[in-house]
T-cell receptor, first 112, second 113 residues
């Protein structure tokens, strides 16, 4: 069966520090991968999605970037965090053109 | 871009009561997904609707997609405290380049025992 791992679960980082959140998927190949951010008690904002290795589409211009160095690995990064980067980050994967997406457990990032 | 509006934003109901959450799209949908999220956790997939007029049920939760495929409703019958959480609708538009999935703002449901 397929599983998705996202880490760390929580992270407190100072302003100006770098960020690296990692997401890996097991049990499937060539998944579509997504990074979302969720403000407190609100909906999900799509940040990046990828349909293949090295292919990244950005939905919202921001201080963040994403990379897909391997088929089942998706990384969210920042060179210098801002206070406004705080939030709950969710990684997800889906298979095929239009199928449901499956989510990781999320990373709560607090920038101080 | 795809925009999904959910209503209400929050809802408090007495245990045992029925409730409905709505999701409206600005564009025709290729697929509509309902998820449930408990605070601070990932999303749990509930149901996917793809055909106009389609209706699916899972335990006490029923979701419908209208004929025009621009509006969906999620109905919970005889609500329980376990139904509490944030319900999110997600969608893939017809011209789904890149298989992009976008989400509505969510509905926070509280069930009072």
């Amino acid at each position: 069966s397929q599983t998705i791992h996202q880490w760390p679960a929580t992270l407190v980082q100072p302003v100006g520090s770098p960020l690296s959140l990692e997401c890996t998927v097991e049990g499937t190949s060539n998944p579509n991968l997504y990074w979302y951010r969720q403000a407190a008690g609100r909906g999900l904002q799509l940040l990046f999605y990828s349909v293949g290795i090295g292919q990244i589409s950005s939905e919202v211009p921001q201080n963040l970037s994403a990379s897909r160095p391997q088929d089942r690995q998706f990384i969210l990064s920042s060179k210098k965090l801002l206070l406004s980067d705080s939030g709950f980050y969710l990684c997800a994967w889906s298979q095929g053109a239009v199928t449901e997406a499956f989510f990781g457990q999320g990373t709560r990032l607090t920038v101080v | 871009s795809q925009e999904l509006e959910q209503s209400p934003q929050s809802l408090i109901v007495q245990e045992g009561k029925n409730l409905t959450i709505n999701c409206t799209s600005s564009k025709t949908l290729y697929g509509l997904y309902w998820y449930k999220q408990k605070y601070g956790e990932g999303l749990i997939f509930l149901m996917m609707l793809q055909k106009g007029g389609e209706e699916k049920s899972h335990e006490k939760i029923t979701a419908k997609l209208d004929e025009k495929k621009q509006q969906s409703s999620l109905h919970i019958t005889a609500s329980q405290p376990s139904h509490a959480g944030i319900y999110l609708c997600g969608a893939a538009p017809y011209n789904n380049a890149g298989n992009m999935l976008t989400f509505g703002g969510g509905t926070r449901l509280m069930v009072k025992p």
